[in-house]
């Protein structure tokens, strides 16, 4: 009877050893991965307070926003001043190449403007305008173009993005991913903008056409819109505060979280009127629901 309890005693006293050595071997689920950082760009261009820059950094810093876009080279300055000033990233500098012939490419006051960037991780957007969409004419022009503006960059330590713009020469991905693979500069990326593509392709594309972009995909755009087909009608809202609309959000933000995608994502608030201070509101509220609980991929 002793040697009975004796060994109930020891089995007793190894049991919760044993529990936690199997526990240990088991391997744990990797952390859930943090939010993509999210920044608003183009919120000052129909603001009806017309906030100073100042007051546009304390606003995105109030309502939480990670940082913001600047359009076009003037003012950076001040803009870094301000973001830095209220603790937030400057992410993107907009810049336009014209392939117009007898037009200067693109903005000599880049060189200047990239040296101020140096070090900060601010990725310089390109548009390319002055033919037709998608001309393929304009290829090696446009080629030339962006390998001056990423030879530039990297001498900076900066990445460049393709911008596809919808009526513009690069209008779409495929252009970007075109002129990205003759460019052939390591520090040049493309990006995918919800507006634009809404406006230029058909929902049923999004899913390959996105998979075939993720290895040069360094941004992306989002905001409330409707569907592909009720903007092509004529009928849907095209650019809304996120939350809005009937194009479903959340499905791209699952798609490319399924897909890898790793970079920022800009809020696009090109048109939306009134004070900024409602739509940006409404959009974090509604950013910040659609990474509570993901949405599954389409």
Not at 135 to 146: L, Q, S
Not at 198 to 218: C, F, G, I, Q
Request: with cysteine; charged share 25%.
């Amino acid at each position: 009877m002793r040697m009975t309890i004796a060994a109930l005693a020891l089995l007793l006293f190894l049991l919760p050893l044993c529990r936690a050595a199997v526990v240990d071997d088991v391997p744990k689920a990797p952390p859930a991965p943090a939010a993509w950082p999210f920044f608003a760009f183009c919120h000052d261009t129909h603001d009806a307070k017309k906030r100073s820059l100042a007051e546009q950094a304390a606003l995105l810093k109030e309502l939480g926003y990670d940082g913001a876009g600047h359009l076009w080279l003037g003012q950076v300055p001040e803009r870094l001043k301000t973001l830095d000033e209220a603790g937030l990233k400057l992410y993107q500098v907009y810049v336009q190449i014209d392939l117009a012939p007898g037009k200067q490419a693109f903005d000599p006051k880049l060189k200047e403007v990239a040296a101020l960037l140096k070090g900060r991780d601010t990725q310089i957007a390109v548009l390319v305008a002055g033919l037709g969409p998608s001309d393929p004419a304009g290829d090696a022009r446009a080629v030339e173009g962006v390998r001056q503006i990423a030879d530039i960059a990297r001498e900076a330590g900066l990445k460049v993005v393709l911008y596809p713009h919808s009526g513009f020469w690069l209008e779409k991905v495929e252009d970007a991913l075109r002129v990205v693979k003759k460019a052939d500069r390591p520090n040049l990326g493309v990006m995918f903008n919800l507006c634009h593509w809404l406006k230029v392709d058909e929902e049923k594309n999004l899913r390959p056409l996105l998979t075939a972009a993720m290895p040069y995909l360094w941004a992306v755009s989002i905001h409330g819109a409707d569907k592909a087909d009720e903007i092509h009608a004529g009928k849907g809202n095209w650019i809304q505060p996120l939350g809005s609309g009937s194009f479903d959000v959340p499905a791209l933000l699952a798609l490319l979280k399924e897909l890898g995608y790793k970079g920022p994502i800009g809020l696009q608030c090109y048109g939306i009127g009134g004070d900024a201070r409602e739509h940006l509101a409404r959009s974090m509220a509604a950013w910040k629901k659609m990474n509570e609980k993901p949405a599954e991929a389409k």
